[in-house]
């Protein structure tokens, strides 16, 4: 249906970038007014959202129709099939998570991290539901900020899509640092004479930390070069991390001892401050969430899977599901082989459980797995993160430029390689060790939105097609909701000061640059 069938008035001109001259919303007085009132009616409501036209930047939103309309100078292109986006999606979840945080968990809530595991991963397949409807119903690049244009209006997308930055940009930065740690330990145990001042940031003893720079660049590159390559790169590597885990898991499991989970909740069940830290199962699933998400970088390619009914389906829920079972398997093993004081203990859990198993070899495998995990989860957030911004920029909200699409490789070439030198600039230089919960309350951020971006179009426009929906709605999305606000309050003050602090910037951001350059506000 055209803007000249929904508002009763002929089609306007179209806008810059080819956008039609559309602001949804309401209200009078505001804006361009529609010379026939719009019916009430089911169908119209399920396409054009709104009985009138806002242009209040609070409120404004995107049309449907507008929002699913391919633009010849910035479409991407669709090459993806449901292998490449649950190798996106298991690409990202299992990363340092699985190998560390297994640890971690276990020193905030002894066994009962089995049951921190539990819950973050139900809480996470709430979203991932919601996202599931969402990204099938807008197949569109953006995730979240796009869902959240649609249905809450213009300023909450900012938010969400400035939110969105700081998570990947901090995931993509800390990962990238922690992949030249590895290297490092290569470097030195090759005697290679490369001066530490090139080997670590100014705030661990060197200048300048280039093998993070390195990495984060050559993600960069092998993303602009096409998104299908990539992935495809990026399915292999995941394919022997799942070979790596389920030989830690064959090899561990026959020694379980279920006496290692006596006592199963030692610090409780809640989340209490013990020595000015926060220990309990609640404690540890707040920060055991940092394994599970990921699955929400498949959500930003909706633009460029092939089938998005079926493929963005698969994807999400395959990758979700996947990953929950390998992680709780791979908890109960590692529980199961050791005391959980011991697994608290060590900065590598997986492999320490190996070699005290006398299997020495199968422990350094591990640790090389380890290394090959992490260019993934670079290369996942790095993805999700260069197509929020590619998306923001096609909107207006930042440089337009940067939104052009290479017409051989058919991938933001431009985008990702700012965001590629961004992220290598962060890890070379800043130090990361005090903001890296920041990216759990910048998700905990997205999964709210996206659910309550559901409800909202549930409520607003019941009968628009939608290829996937999701069961029990009005459970699932409260729940997601709730579980998201408990999670993020379990999170260090410090965290959530950060997090307050960044919002506060972007919106100084949307007021004085972004809400005046937006395309909605130039078409009014």
């Given at each position: ?86 190798g996106l999606g298991v690409g990202g979840i299992v990363g340092t ?34 996202y599931t409807e969402m990204a099938t119903m807008i197949p569109m ?279 590629g030198v961004i992220v290598a600039a962060i890890a070379g230089f ?95």
């Amino acid at each position: 249906m055209s803007a000249g069938e929904i508002f009763g008035g002929p089609r306007p001109p179209p806008g810059p970038a080819g956008f039609p001259l559309v602001i949804a919303g309401g209200g009078p007085g505001w804006g361009l007014r529609a010379p026939t009132p719009i019916p009430k009616t089911t169908h119209n409501r399920a396409i054009d959202l709104t009985h009138g036209i806002q242009m209040a930047s609070w409120n404004r939103r995107k049309l449907l129709d507008s929002v699913t309309a391919r633009h010849a100078h910035s479409a991407l292109k669709p090459t993806l099939g449901w292998p490449h986006l649950m190798g996106l999606g298991v690409g990202g979840i299992v990363g340092t998570g699985i190998y560390t945080l297994t640890g971690v968990g276990a020193g905030l809530a002894g066994p009962g991290v089995m049951l921190s595991f539990l819950i973050a991963g139900i809480v996470c397949a709430c979203a991932a539901l919601a996202y599931t409807e969402m990204a099938t119903m807008i197949p569109m690049a953006g995730s979240a900020y796009t869902y959240s244009y649609v249905a809450l209006g213009e300023t909450l997308a900012w938010i969400v899509g400035w939110t969105l930055i700081l998570e990947y940009t901090v995931v993509c930065s800390v990962v990238a640092v922690g992949w030249s740690g590895y290297a490092v330990g290569v470097v030195k145990s090759a005697g290679w004479p490369i001066p530490q001042a090139l080997l670590a940031g100014p705030m661990d003893g060197g200048i300048i930390n280039v093998p993070s720079i390195v990495i984060a660049l050559a993600v960069a590159s092998l993303l602009a070069l096409g998104s299908r390559e990539s992935v495809t790169v990026n399915l292999v590597l995941v394919l022997v991390k799942l070979i790596a885990l389920a030989a830690f898991i064959a090899l561990a499991l026959p020694v379980f001892d279920a006496d290692n989970f006596t006592p199963f909740a030692p610090y409780g069940y809640g989340a209490t401050e013990i020595d000015g830290v926060k220990h309990g199962v609640m404690a540890a699933a707040a920060i055991i969430f940092f394994a599970f998400y990921g699955f929400d970088a498949v959500s930003t390619a909706a633009e460029e899977a092939r089938n998005p009914g079926r493929d963005l389906k698969i994807g999400i829920v395959g990758s979700m599901v996947m990953c929950a079972l390998i992680y709780m398997a791979v908890a109960a093993a590692a529980i199961g082989g050791s005391d959980y004081r011991d697994l608290a203990g060590s900065s590598e859990p997986l492999a320490m459980v190996l070699r005290n198993l006398n299997h020495p070899l199968a422990a350094t495998l591990i640790g090389a797995a380890a290394i090959i995990a992490l260019p993934t989860v670079i290369m996942a957030f790095m993805y999700g993160q260069s197509r929020i911004f590619f998306v923001m920029a096609r909107d207006g909200l930042l440089p337009q430029r940067l939104s052009a699409v290479h017409p051989r490789f058919g991938t933001p070439v431009l985008m990702t390689m700012v965001t590629g030198v961004i992220v290598a600039a962060i890890a070379g230089f800043v130090p990361l060790k005090n903001i890296a919960e920041v990216a759990n309350a910048g998700t905990l951020i997205a999964f709210i939105a996206v659910a309550v971006c559901m409800l909202v179009m549930r409520s607003r426009a019941p009968d628009q097609p939608r290829t996937f929906k999701t069961p029990l709605p009005w459970v699932v999305g409260p729940a997601g909701i709730l579980g998201c606000i408990y999670l993020f309050t379990s999170l260090p003050a410090v965290t959530m000061r950060i997090c307050l602090g960044w919002n506060v910037l972007g919106l100084l951001v949307y007021w004085v640059y972004a809400r005046h350059r937006s395309l909605l506000a130039q078409s009014a």
